[in-house]
C-alpha cells in the first residue's frame, strides 16, 4: 500500500534526509511511502512549480492514502499545500491521516502571533477579524475531513522541544494506516 506523505518538511534544510526518515518508517510497517521531494523536477525550468504541481498530483493519484504533516508552518495553522493535498485526497476518497506536532488550540496560537481581543462574545485578531475559536487544533474544515475520511487528528500530549523532527506523530499515523490498509479498520 502507498502512503502519499504530505508537509512542509519538504522546505527544512535536511528534507532529503527527513524524506529518508518517514519513507523508512512506512517501510517498518509494510508501506510504501511516497515523499514529494523524490519526483524528478527540473528546477531551472521556466515550468518548475508547474512540474512540481503534477509530479505531486501523480504521486497522489498512485496512492492508497495520504498521512499529512499540520503543523503550523508559517503562522498559526496548516501549510497551504498540504491542506490542498488533503483535500485533493479526501476529494478521491482516499484514506486521510493528518499529524500536527502542535497541540495548543487554534485560538491560542493566534494569541502568540497577534493581539486577540474578545468583543460581543468572539475573539477578534488585530486586524478586526474574528478568530475560529472551537477548541480545535486547527480550522474545523481540516479537523472534520480527517474525522470523516480517515482518523482524528493525531497530537502528543506536549509539543515536542524539535516540532519538525520529532516523528512520534508520524509513526503513530503510519501504524494506524497501516492496521487500516491491511485489515480494513482502525
Known amino acids: ?19 529518508r526518515r518517514k519513507v523508512a518508517i512506512c517501510d517498518r510497517h509494510g508501506l510504501i511511502g511516497l515523499y514529494p ?3 524528478s523536477v527540473d528546477l531551472g525550468s521556466s515550468d518548475a512549480s508547474r512540474q512540481i504541481f503534477h509530479g505531486n498530483e501523480a504521486m497522489m493519484d498512485d496512492a492508497d492514502a495520504i498521512i499529512a504533516n ?4 508559517r503562522g498559526p495553522g496548516a501549510d497551504a499545500g498540504t491542506v490542498y493535498e ?3 485526497m479526501a476529494g478521491r476518497g482516499r484514506l486521510c491521516l493528518g499529524y500536527c506536532n502542535d497541540p495548543a488550540v487554534y485560538a491560542d496560537r493566534v494569541r502568540r502571533l497577534t493581539n486577540v ?13 474574528t478568530v475560529e ?3 480545535l487544533p486547527d480550522n474545523l474544515m481540516l479537523i472534520h475531513a480527517l474525522d470523516l475520511h480517515g482518523h482524528p ?20 499515523c ?5 492496521k487500516r490498509l491491511t485489515i480494513g479498520t482502525v
Open 174 to 178: 503510519v501504524r494506524l494506516a497501516a
Open 1 to 19: 500500500m502507498k502512503i502519499y506523505l504530505a508537509g512542509p518538511d519538504v522546505f527544512l534544510p535536511d528534507a532529503v534526509e527527513i524524506g
Open 117 to 129: 481581543t474578545e468583543q460581543d462574545g468572539r475573539l477578534i485578531d488585530a486586524e478586526g477579524l
Open 70 to 73: 499540520l503543523t503550523p508552518f
Open 153 to 172: 487528528l493525531v497530537l502528543p500530549r506536549e509539543r515536542p522541544a524539535d516540532v519538525w523532527h520529532d516523528l512520534a506523530a508520524f509513526e503513530m
Open 86 to 88: 488533503l483535500g485533493y
Open 37 to 39: 521531494l523524490d519526483n
Open 133 to 135: 475559536d472551537f477548541g
